[in-house]
């Protein structure tokens, strides 16, 4: 370039040139997007065990039939990983700051994570399943991966009060539909229970949002899901029922959070109903 006094080159200075070559706000990645980034990783590692681990041997003629134990267990300990990273990305955005991409990095991980590894996990058990119809089980995972695709599309775009969820969250929804297929219930059963558990998530029933002990449980919760899969992948003693035991209450807090949810807005609007007529009273 040149200077227009002297009519002599020069060079920017340093500091102008940073400024040019300075990365974009919107391109810049907060520590809640790293965790973020390994919520997606999860996902996708959760579809390359179950292909690989579970697929792939079915296909090739394996002797052992059902769901794989150390594959299948691998599979839901990465999506429970993923949970880990979707709990704790937006505790960490509260804290710290949050990159203008955020949102959008948090919904495209969650579809990976809970939306294609839940129904690619409900596809490879109708493939596997001795009982299992594998055209009907992929209408169940096409299912699943529509209500999540729908629940996050609604959560963009609706705002509901502060501290809850409108209907079942995706990563407990995709938890919810693995412990299904995990207790290898008859093929109807969890069919229908899969597909309860996808109108959950695009229902309007109420669900907390996990914060200070919620969230503490929530982990906790996690922590002893991934000791129970561990114990039954390596045929620990008992490891059997202790796995029915964990997804057998991981389907009762699914029923049961509804059931407060819709018992209370029964009560408010009940409450609501007496204060008015006792408002109309003289």
């Keep these: 370039m040149v200077d227009p006094e002297t009519q002599t080159g020069w060079v920017p200075e340093a500091d102008e040139a940073d400024d040019e070559e300075e990365m ?3 391109l810049r990645l907060s520590i809640a997007d790293t965790l973020t980034l390994g919520n997606a990783t999860c996902g996708f590692m959760a579809v390359y065990f179950t292909t690989t681990g579970i697929l792939i041997p079915h296909l090739q003629g394996s002797q052992e039939t059902g ?3 150390h594959s299948a267990a691998t599979a839901v300990i990465l999506m429970l990983c993923a949970a880990v ?3 704790f990305d ?3 955005a509260r804290k710290l700051r949050s990159s203008p991409m955020g949102a959008e990095l948090d919904n495209l991980s969650d579809l990976i994570s809970f939306g294609l590894a839940p129904a690619y996990f409900v596809l490879v058990y109708g493939m596997v399943a001795d009982d299992a119809h594998q055209r009907v089980a992929a209408v169940g995972a096409i299912v699943v991966l529509l209500a999540v695709v729908l629940r996050l599309a609604r959560f963009s775009c609706v705002t509901v009060k502060d501290g809850t969820f409108q209907g079942m969250p995706s990563p407990f929804g995709a938890l919810t539909v693995v412990s299904i297929v995990l ?15 996808a109108w959950l998530m695009v229902s309007r029933v109420e669900y ?3 914060r200070g002990r919620l969230a503490v449980a929530m982990l906790s919760w996690i922590v002893l899901s991934m000791g129970l899969l561990a114990a039954w992948a390596f045929d620990a003693p008992s490891g059997q029922l202790l796995l029915q035991t964990g997804c057998a209450l991981q389907l009762v807090m699914g029923a049961v959070i509804p059931l407060f949810a819709t018992a209370r807005r029964v009560n408010n609007f009940r409450d609501n109903r007496r204060e008015a007529r006792a408002a109309q009273l003289p």
Excluded: H, N
């Design 24 to 26: 974009p706000l919107s």
């Design 67 to 69: 769901m794989a134990r």
């Design 85 to 87: 990273f979707d709990l």
């Design 90 to 92: 937006g505790l960490v």
């Design 183 to 197: 207790l290898e219930l008859p093929f109807v059963a969890t069919l229908l229970a899969i597909i309860g558990t």
């Design 208 to 210: 907390p949002k996990p």
